[in-house]
């Protein structure tokens, strides 16, 4: 495998995964795949996290998740300094070729722990229209050969009922808002959602927050802090942040985007 990313580091991570995996899973891969801010080319050190997604044939069985958690757990204790910040799916090429979040549930591996069974929400067209952009095949063919074509309006969609299902009842959750981690990745997340449902374009957290700092200047200084922010720092601007998320609510209900739906 070519080196995928300019990080020596993390090339070899995807080298053992890759390997790992085809060990275990043999011809019953379709494709394995780096996507997030490692291929959009925004990728953070002290902070971003290392975003796979595997195609295989069949849903896995038993023997094979195991195999699959152990591999995740060898790869995260040989190189700890990427513990809880590697997330991986594991999709049937069945489910692939929905455009709606499927009913069936799949395989995920993040924050040091395996779901066999993690249900896809209003995250799979978005991600899924990011990979056919941006994703880089780490074996198998392009991603885009495996799906059909993506409307944007879709994922425009998606991102706002994102908004509502996933980040809305944050606000009542303090205990979850004390952490300074959560703020940053709300903040950085609200531009992301408000950069696709009102500019129109899904990008990075560092397109989305660059366009989100010159639309809207009055949430500049939390934009920056969070975009600041790295593992062990303090943040605290909790206040700040549910106040960006009702602002965000505002400018998503503006767009009547989803009063068809309601």
Same mark, same amino acid.
């Not at 080298?15 to 996507?35: H, Q």
């Not at 509502?164 to 903040?187: A, I, R, T």
């Given at each position: 495998?070519?080196?995928?990313?300019?990080?020596?580091?993390?090339?070899?991570?995807?080298?053992?995964?890759?390997?790992?995996?085809?060990?275990?899973?043999?011809?019953?891969?379709?494709?394995?795949?780096?996507?997030?801010?490692?291929?959009?080319?925004?990728?953070?050190?002290?902070?971003?996290?290392?975003?796979?997604?595997?195609?295989?044939?069949?849903?896995?069985?038993?023997?094979? /998740?195991?195999?699959?958690?152990?591999?995740?757990?060898? @790869?995260?204790?040989?190189?700890?300094?990427?513990?809880?910040?590697?997330?991986?799916?594991?999709?049937?090429?069945?489910?692939?070729?929905?455009l709606t979040p499927p009913a069936?549930?799949?395989?995920?591996?993040?924050?040091?722990?395996?779901?066999?069974e993690a249900p896809a929400g209003?995250?799979?067209?978005?991600?899924?229209?990011?990979?056919?952009?941006?994703?880089?095949?780490?074996?198998?063919?392009?991603?885009?050969?495996?799906?059909?074509? @993506?409307?944007?309006?879709?994922?425009?969609?998606?991102?706002?009922?994102?908004?509502?299902?996933?980040?809305?009842?944050?606000?009542?959750?303090?205990?979850?808002?004390?952490?300074?981690?959560?703020?940053?990745?709300?903040? /950085?997340?609200?531009?992301?959602?408000?950069?696709?449902?009102?500019?129109?374009?899904?990008?990075?957290?560092?397109?989305?927050?660059?366009?989100?700092?010159?639309?809207?200047?009055?949430?500049?200084? /939390?934009?920056?802090?969070?975009?600041?922010?790295?593992?062990?720092?303090?943040?605290?601007?909790?206040?700040?942040?549910?106040?960006?998320?009702?602002?965000?609510v505002e400018r998503v209900n503006?767009?009547?985007? /989803?009063?068809?739906?309601?």
């Open positions: 495998m070519k080196d995928a990313t300019p990080y020596p580091a993390i090339n070899a991570v995807l080298s053992d995964w890759t390997e790992g995996v085809k060990r275990l899973l043999g011809k019953r891969i379709v494709g394995l795949y780096l996507s997030g801010s490692l291929a959009y080319g925004d990728f953070v050190p002290e902070r971003s996290d290392i975003d796979l997604q595997a195609v295989v044939q069949s849903p896995l069985t038993e023997d094979e /998740l195991r195999s699959v958690e152990q591999l995740h757990r060898q @790869i995260e204790g040989r190189c700890p300094q990427w513990a809880n910040r590697i997330e991986c799916s594991y999709v049937p090429l069945e489910l692939v070729h929905e069936t549930p799949r395989p995920w591996w993040g924050f040091g722990t395996f779901y066999a209003n995250e799979w067209i978005i991600n899924h229209y990011l990979l056919s952009k941006h994703g880089i095949a780490l074996e198998g063919p392009d991603f885009n050969e495996l799906v059909p074509p @993506i409307d944007i309006d879709s994922v425009r969609r998606a991102s706002a009922r994102d908004l509502f299902q996933e980040w809305v009842p944050k606000m009542n959750d303090g205990e979850w808002l004390s952490n300074s981690h959560y703020q940053s990745y709300l903040v /950085l997340n609200l531009c992301r959602i408000l950069h696709t449902v009102i500019h129109g374009q899904p990008g990075s957290k560092k397109v989305a927050g660059r366009w989100a700092k010159a639309t809207y200047p009055q949430w500049q200084s /939390l934009i920056e802090e969070a975009e600041r922010w790295a593992y062990g720092d303090k943040m605290n601007r909790q206040a700040d942040a549910v106040a960006f998320l009702r602002f965000a503006e767009t009547k985007l /989803l009063s068809a739906e309601s």
